[in-house]
Every structure is written in structure tokens, then in C-alpha cells.
């Protein structure tokens, strides 16, 4: 089925997030010539570490993306954890996406995401996007369930290119879920889950055949 996807839609609310989430998935539509969109809503600037240039997350998500061989990005400047005030705003953006584009696949995060600006574009994201294929991604520090409804076997080379793309996110080295180590243990338990050296596990919001 992956092998039929001609153009995704990756909705990131942070730069960051959808390499997260899905970079070794992403590696994996590249190599099978999917086009890709990338969005990142917010550029997070009132959280980037001091001494640091306020934009520098604009910064490492066109090098991290570039790493992962994305070429489509859209970045827009919505406020870090306020997206919520501006719901219909990004509704609009993403009927505009839509409008434009003939999608077959979108990522997005896990309509199980506590987090506030998550949960928004995954909210908005089905609104937009509810007659395709919709999975939603897992990010384990924001889920409090997650439902391993579908899963992508990857290689360890996919799963090093989306070690290489966070990697450019140097202002953000500092989280525990970056680390090379954990991305790696986190592919190789889904990868088990189905008897593959590697996997993403993805919840299934909407299938379209």
C-alpha cells in the first residue's frame, strides 16, 4: 500500500515533530517517489533556549528536512502553545492546502495527544483532510494510550536518516527524546511488534481504499 502513495501531507505543529514521529517513514515514501509536503505551524520562538537567535528553529527545520530529502515546506509563525486561539486560521490554511493539492496521505499527530497545540492540528487536520487516508503519529511523552493500528517496516537505514535530520535540531539536543539511542530502541519495539528489524507505528483515524 505505501508503494501506491503519490503525495502526503506531513502536519507538524512544532519544527520537529513530524521527523518525531514519522522521519523513517518518510525516508521510506521518498525512496518509493511519493511527493511530500511538510508544514510546521510554529517555529516555537518563545522557547528557544537563551543565547540562542529567536529564529533558529526556521533554521534547523529547512536543514533537517533537506537532510530527510523533503523539498516542499511551508512554515507558518503561529504562537507556541496558543494554536488553540487560532483554530480557524489554520483551518483555512489547510483548506487552501487542500484546494491545491491532491493529497492520498496525511500525518498527523495522535488524536490521544494531551498536548495543546498537537491536539489542534490533529483536530483541524481531520476536519480538513476526513475523506483520505488520515494515521496519526506517536510521540509516547504526549500520548497517555496510543492505538498500534498500523505499522511500517522500515530499515536501518531509514531509521539513521531520521537520526541524521533531528540531528540538525541542535538547540533542542537537550531532550531525552532526541537521542539517537532512544529513536532507535523506540523503532526496534515496533519493529518486534510485527516480527521486523525496525517499524513507526502509526493509529488509524481514517482509511480510505
Known sequence: MISKIKNALVLAPHTDDGELGAGGTITKLLENGTNITYVAF??????????LPKDILKTEVKEATKRLGIQNLIIYNYQ?????????EILENLIELKKTNNFDLVLLPSLKDIHQDHSTIA??????????????????WNNLSF????????????????????????????????????IFSLAKARGVQIGASYAESFEVIRLTL
Request: aromatic residues 10%.
Open 80 to 88: 507556541v502553545r496558543k494554536l488553540n486561539y487560532k483554530r480557524q
Open 123 to 140: 483536530n483541524e487536520g481531520v476536519r480538513a483532510f476526513k475523506g483520505i487516508t488520515i494515521l496519526g503519529y506517536e510521540l509516547i
Open 147 to 182: 492505538d498500534t493500528q498500523c505499522f511500517v517496516k522500515l530499515e536501518k537505514s531509514h531509521i539513521k536518516n531520521k537520526v541524521n535530520a533531528l540531528k540538525a535540531y541542535k538547540s533542542q539536543g537537550f531532550r531525552d527524546y532526541l537521542s539517537e539511542e532512544f
Open 42 to 51: 510554529s517555529t516555537a520562538e518563545e522557547s528557544v533556549p537563551d543565547g
